[in-house]
Structure formats: structure tokens, C-alpha cells
């Protein structure tokens, strides 16, 4: 009994120990919580599964069809634009295209800008710079005579160092600028064609005279270089709306060609690939290959490419018989007779001339330009 006792006492020792073992470790589980530690593994498994990624990228393809992503543009116009009459053309043309057009004032005034609606909600492996690819594009409408008067300004000037007319600082905007019926209106100033009116300033109507087609164009190539601006010149609303629309067109399909270049190629360098097998060092796979490039000839049958491969197994081999042939006809006839397995009940046929010439050009030929197949 009194060894019982001591044995008792260290027994009630260890039983305390291994009571406060667990108790530690349900200590800080809970202070981790089950339940937030659950939901992130899961997180972390739904994020690493590889049908998940497939579904979020094909769920992000969708939406950025550009049959899709035509519709969650917006065009803004300013309410300056309406004054015109043709103005009617280029609003009918932007509802026939299915996009949203919007009344707004715009900086500066007599602009079209675009904006994109991103969808709700939206996919999280769409990089944030796709949703916004062409929102800073502005297009400029000019008056004839509004447009002379910068091209007046820019002759003038003597570097890129002045001021060039329609840009502004303030804005982060790209801008493009458009004129409609600058032709008709440069016609209409001729001495022959226009009416005698005194001009309420005749020092610029005298400058404004002297500016014509050479000095327009001398504007256009300094606008190019020094300030990166395009001018689109249209004769009509008609021609002004066929632009629009071919531009809007464009902007809904940027965000699908840029998703497509931030995605990854990935390689199955251990699989067969689609063009061909895989070939190791020891030669192993050199035989479908060589099958596999055979069969990419027109007009040839696996039965053919068997004939080929089952004669030459390899293309160094069909090769050196080339360099022992003696004649140019005596190579290109090589493979002319040899054997095809036929189907049953049909009858033995050879390779044929036409393919025997065909291979043999693709391996011994040296012009890149040479036609193999005299048929296509």
C-alpha cells in the first residue's frame, strides 16, 4: 500500500499532464476558429481547382465577346453635336449597332467619348486594364472654318515647342479630331464660286484665303509628328457615322483580344503533342513522327504512309538512298513502286509516281519556293 501510494501520487502527476496537453491544443484551436479555417481551405481548393478556372475563364470569354461587350458600351455625346441636322444619321447609326448613346455635356464641346459598363459581378481573372481599354479615346467634331484657323495657327509656327490648337493639357483623354465637308468648303471659297461679301476682319479672311489643300496637308503630317493626332476628313454625316460605328465596333472587340494575350500557353511537354509524338533520344517515337509527316502530304492514305514508313523507317535512311540514286529520275521514281496494303477484296496498288516526286523534292529540294503538289 505504501508503494501504492507514491505510484498513485505519480500517476495522478502524469494524468494531469496529459489533461493539460489537449487542453492547449483546444485552446488554440479555437482561437484560430474551425470555422474561418474550413471556409479558407475550401476557398483555397475552389481556387485551385482546375474546373473552377476553367469555368471562370470560359464564363469571362463569354462576356467579353465582342458581341457582348458592344452592348455595355456608351457613347456620350454632347448636346452641341444636335444642333446639326445630320446629327439624326449618326444617333440612328449607334442604336442600330446595339450600343447605349447618352445626351451629356463633354469637355470640350462637340464630342463623342466612350465609356464601358463592366458587368455585375465581375470575373476576378479579368485584369482590371481590360475593363478599361479604350475609355480614353475622344473623338473631336470641327467646323470647316473652325479646322482652317488651327491649320493657319500650325503653318505658322515654327517647332512642336508652340502650341498645338485642339490639345489640352488638362485632359488625359487621346483625342481624334473630324471634319465634315472641309472639300466642299475649300471649293466654296474659290473666287469663281463664292459670294462678294465684305469680311469683318480682313486681315485673317486675307490668311484664311491663302490656306488651301498644301497647306492642309502640311497640317496633318505636323499634327502626326508633333502631337500623335489623327484627322478624319468625311464629306457627310452619313460617312462620319459608318467611322463611328467601325470604331465602336473596334473598342468592343480590344477587351477580348487583350484578355487573350494575358493568358498563359501552357505546354504538355509529356503528352503527345497534336502535330505529332514525342521523340526521346534513343529514337524512340521516330517512327510516328515520320508516319505523322508522311500523312501531311495531300492525297495520302495511312495505307500510303505505312508503305513509306515499312520501306525507309526513318528520313535519314530515305534520304541516303537519295544521295546513292545516280540520276535525278532515278530518285524521283524511288518510291514509285512500292507496295500499298489494299482492303480485302480489292486489288494491290503500288505508291505512284506522283507521291514518290512529291517526297523526294520535300527532302532534297532547296528552294522554298518549289511547289510540291502540281495539282493544288
Request: with cysteine; net charge neutral.
Amino acid at each position: 500500500m505504501a508503494r501504492a501510494g507514491p505510484g498513485g501520487a505519480g500517476g495522478s502527476r502524469r494524468g494531469r499532464g496529459q489533461r493539460r496537453a489537449p487542453t492547449w491544443e483546444i485552446s488554440d484551436s479555437d482561437t484560430e476558429g474551425p470555422a474561418g479555417a474550413e471556409a479558407n481551405s475550401e476557398a483555397v481548393a475552389r481556387a485551385r481547382d482546375p474546373a473552377e478556372e476553367r469555368r471562370a475563364a470560359a464564363q469571362a470569354l463569354r462576356l467579353l465577346r465582342p458581341e457582348q461587350a458592344v452592348r455595355r458600351l456608351v457613347v456620350q455625346v454632347d448636346p452641341a453635336i444636335l444642333e446639326d441636322a445630320g446629327a439624326d444619321i449618326l444617333l440612328e447609326a449607334l442604336s442600330s449597332l446595339g450600343c447605349e448613346y447618352r445626351i451629356e455635356p463633354q469637355r470640350p464641346a462637340r464630342s463623342l467619348r466612350w465609356s464601358r459598363v463592366k458587368p455585375e459581378p465581375c470575373p476576378s481573372s479579368v485584369p482590371p486594364e481590360v475593363w478599361a481599354a479604350g475609355e480614353q479615346d475622344l473623338l473631336l467634331l470641327l467646323e470647316p472654318d473652325e479646322f482652317l484657323q488651327g491649320v493657319l495657327q500650325l503653318t505658322q509656327v515654327c517647332g512642336p515647342t508652340s502650341s498645338v490648337p485642339w490639345i489640352f493639357p488638362e485632359s488625359p483623354a487621346c483625342p481624334h479630331l473630324a471634319v465634315i465637308g472641309l472639300d466642299a468648303y475649300l471649293w466654296s471659297r474659290q473666287p469663281n464660286t463664292r459670294e462678294m461679301q465684305p469680311p469683318e476682319n480682313p486681315g485673317m479672311a486675307r490668311a484664311m484665303m491663302a490656306v488651301g489643300w498644301p497647306e492642309v496637308e502640311e497640317a496633318l503630317v505636323l499634327l502626326q509628328l508633333w502631337a500623335n493626332l489623327d484627322v478624319l476628313l468625311v464629306a457627310s454625316w452619313q460617312e462620319l457615322s459608318q467611322h463611328v460605328c467601325a470604331f465602336t465596333k473596334a473598342l468592343a472587340q480590344h477587351p477580348f483580344k487583350q484578355f487573350q494575350e494575358h493568358q498563359a500557353v501552357s505546354f504538355r511537354t509529356a503528352a503527345c503533342w497534336v502535330a505529332g509524338a514525342r521523340v526521346t533520344r534513343d529514337g524512340t517515337g521516330l517512327r510516328g513522327a515520320w508516319w505523322r509527316q508522311i500523312r501531311q502530304f495531300n492525297r495520302v492514305s495511312p495505307a500510303m504512309a505505312d508503305a513509306v514508313v515499312t520501306a525507309f523507317p526513318s528520313p535519314r535512311l530515305l534520304q541516303q538512298a537519295y544521295v546513292a540514286c545516280g540520276t535525278e529520275q532515278e530518285r524521283l521514281a524511288l518510291l514509285a513502286d512500292l507496295p500499298v496494303k489494299a482492303d480485302k477484296g480489292k486489288r494491290p496498288r503500288r505508291l505512284g509516281p506522283d507521291l514518290s516526286r512529291r517526297i523526294c523534292l520535300f527532302l532534297t529540294a532547296t528552294d522554298p519556293d518549289l511547289l510540291l503538289d502540281l495539282s493544288s
